[in-house]
């Protein structure tokens, strides 16, 4: 079956790469989730990845903390995320790239759209990592960012739950799950599917949204498939 989408940007939660462990980093579900994108990747799909830190550092955990220095701790938390997919990725014979918003020479290449592009061309996965490289700004926001910036045809976001619902399933047994919904009116209903800054930026560069659970990591193949799973934005 041919794929729906050609060049993904494909965004995972740092909890999801958690597993059960809830911190740090589940080697069972890492090596599954990479071997889902191998496999993606091998069918044909260029895939740029944003992961997020929140298995090791949240900003907002920094009670009493300065809101910039937490951040940027959190930016950080994103890099042993990336590294650690990298070699899943590489152990498994794909060609893989991390490019991070703040230099670290050493470890990986500094985001520079062109040769993301690039590498995304010979068929190399890319992973961004460090966030946009500033504060007050989310990974989520990022991945917005840099699926306008490489012209994806799609925001893959894979978390925790199975869509986006109209309220906290894990808190009310009736919430029901939307198949599809605006970008507007997630905004107005304020339903926290991402922030609002990442929302709208999807929303100004029409970049559809595609939320769906990655506790079956087969659901990235089935999502580039064109499978009705999860929820779409537009």
């Not at 690039?118 to 960012?145: M, Q």
């Amino acid at each position: 079956m041919a794929l729906k989408y050609k060049r993904v940007l494909l965004k995972l939660s740092g909890e999801a790469l958690a597993g059960s462990r809830k911190t740090g980093i589940d080697s069972e579900v890492l090596n599954e989730v990479a071997e889902k994108i191998k496999q993606a990747h091998g069918m044909g799909a260029e895939i740029a990845v944003v992961v997020g830190g929140g298995n090791f550092w949240r900003g907002r955990s920094g009670v009493g903390m300065d809101r910039t220095t937490a951040d940027h701790m959190g930016m950080l938390a994103t890099v042993i995320n990336a590294l650690a997919l990298q070699d899943a990725l590489e152990s498994k014979g794909v060609p893989v790239r991390v490019q991070t918003a703040i230099e670290m020479r050493q470890i990986a290449e500094p985001y520079i759209r062109r040769k993301a592009v690039r590498h995304l061309e010979k068929k190399r996965i890319v992973i961004f990592a460090c966030g946009t490289g500033n504060p007050y700004f989310s990974t989520d926001t990022t991945a917005a960012l840099r699926a306008a910036e490489i012209d994806a045809d799609v925001i893959l976001k894979a978390t925790m739950v199975d869509g986006v619902y109209d309220s906290d399933p894990k808190v009310n047994a009736n919430a029901v799950r939307f198949e599809s919904i605006s970008f507007a009116e997630a905004l107005n209903l304020r339903l926290g599917v991402m922030d609002s800054t990442a929302i709208s930026l999807c929303m100004d560069n029409k970049l559809p949204l595609i939320v769906f659970d990655l506790s079956d990591p087969e659901n990235i193949i089935r999502v580039l498939k064109g499978e009705k799973i999860g929820t779409t934005l537009y």
